[in-house]
């Protein structure tokens, strides 16, 4: 049997979680976040150690894009912790000796999962790469939490799981057998492994099927950076399908909320989407920014790509129900301050925006 940091048997400790989740007490926990200097990794290490979990975390600083980004976050994450209760390891997933160690060597409740080769399109490039780190490195991961009984494992999966489904918004239910692009193919088998090592031997599993994910420190190959980039270099945009693509856009600030709930209950094996539940036109969220900058980008009307859905929207109802999951940041205000990190971390410009009022979240408005 497995005892926790307070010697209370394990089971006993997920029964506390379950009480804190459901306004008891607060336990902290000892988290394995992976993919920590990217994105959604360290805004995700920060909210943990904001609550007062310990934070493991791991990174290779992989070059897909600019490693001057990723240390930057990591960084704003020193900052964060301030000396507390956060480690760093510049490591691969697919090493098998180092994972063992870790998971060895500290007493790991939930391991959050988001290290992978991201990048839906320079997946065609590099299928073999995508595989081996999404699924070698999964399968590494999983194999390591089985020798070392650990109590629940967090996994972040794509809306490209659905690929072209023609019916929205995408419930979890939906058939998921025909991605279009080799990175969804192996997001679906990261969940098909998390099922099967559930099945096998009890691993709770539960797989976050996140939704084109945006704000601050943004992957340079997205959206919302891309737009930020060829609104003040020039630089041409192209706009696939003209623009005419639907897209759930969800503020990180509401997919990490989604993660950490998702941290806090081990639910066997279970599948949820992670979106704001709205789907968006991609040239009306081009417009908003440009709306709010007050400047246009360069944009190039390019045919649609074959692995690119022609809409994204999820059904929340399950992660609301189960999670108490419950999005708020409208694009408006999430693009805003996707526009003030760009400002300050990319541009260098510190002086604040003054930004006319909106109805939004209060605690987004700025003092007037
Ligand atoms: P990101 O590229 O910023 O973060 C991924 C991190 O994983 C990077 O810092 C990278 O260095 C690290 N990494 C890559 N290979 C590794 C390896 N072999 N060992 C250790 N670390 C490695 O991407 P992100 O947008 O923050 O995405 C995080 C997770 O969420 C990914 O699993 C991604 O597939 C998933 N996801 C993201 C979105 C989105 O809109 N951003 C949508 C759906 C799913």
Redesign the pocket.
């Known amino acids: 049997m497995r005892f926790d940091r307070a010697g209370r048997p394990f089971e006993r400790a997920e029964g506390l979680l379950h009480a804190a989740v459901h306004g008891g007490i607060e336990l902290s926990k000892n988290v394995l976040v992976?993919?920590?200097?990217?994105?959604?990794?360290?805004h995700t290490v920060e909210a943990l150690l904001a609550r007062g979990d310990e934070v493991i975390a791991?990174?290779?600083?992989?070059p897909?894009?600019d490693v001057a980004q990723?240390r930057a976050?990591l960084a704003e994450i020193e900052v964060a912790a301030d000396g507390r209760r956060y480690s760093f390891i510049e490591?691969?997933?697919?090493?098998e000796k180092l994972i063992r160690r870790i998971f060895s060597e500290r007493k790991l409740d939930v391991v959050i999962?988001?290290?992978?080769?991201?990048?839906v399109r320079a997946s065609i490039e590099q299928p073999q790469l995508y595989f081996?780190?999404?699924m070698g490195?999964t399968l590494n991961l999983l194999e390591a939490a089985r020798t070392c009984g650990l109590g629940h494992f967090v996994f972040?999966?794509?809306?490209?799981v659905y690929g072209n489904s023609v019916r929205l918004p995408f419930h979890e239910d939906m058939p998921a057998d025909r991605q279009l692009s080799p990175?969804a193919v192996t997001?679906r088998a990261g969940e098909l492994l998390g099922h099967t090592y559930h099945h096998l031997y009890g691993q709770n599993f539960t797989s976050l099927?996140?939704?084109?994910?945006?704000g601050p420190?943004?992957?340079p190959d997205?959206m919302a950076f891309k737009l930020l980039h060829s609104i003040f270099s020039g630089q041409e945009l192209p706009l696939y399908g003209g623009g005419n693509m639907y897209r759930d856009w969800?503020y990180v600030a509401d997919?990490v909320s989604g993660i950490l709930a998702a941290a806090d209950r081990p639910l066997g094996y279970e599948t949820f989407n992670l979106g704001r539940g709205e789907s968006v036109l991609l040239l009306e969220f081009v417009r908003t920014m440009e709306e709010l900058v007050g400047r246009k980008a360069r944009l190039v009307a390019m045919p649609k790509l074959d692995l690119d859905a022609a809409a994204t929207q999820a059904d929340v109802g399950k992660a609301r129900q189960l999670l108490g999951y419950a999005p708020k940041v409208s694009i408006m205000d999430g693009l805003f301050h996707c526009w003030r990190w760009y400002r300050r971390a990319v541009l260098g410009v510190e002086e604040p925006i003054i930004r006319l009022s909106r109805d939004g979240d209060p605690s987004l408005r700025l003092p007037q």
């Open positions: 992976t993919g920590a200097a990217g994105f959604i990794g360290s791991i990174d290779n600083l992989d897909y894009y990723k976050n490591g691969d997933i697919r090493d999962h988001l290290a992978a080769m991201a990048g081996d780190v999404n490195g972040a999966s794509t809306s490209s990175y997001k099927r996140l939704f084109t994910v945006y420190r943004n992957r997205m969800t997919t």
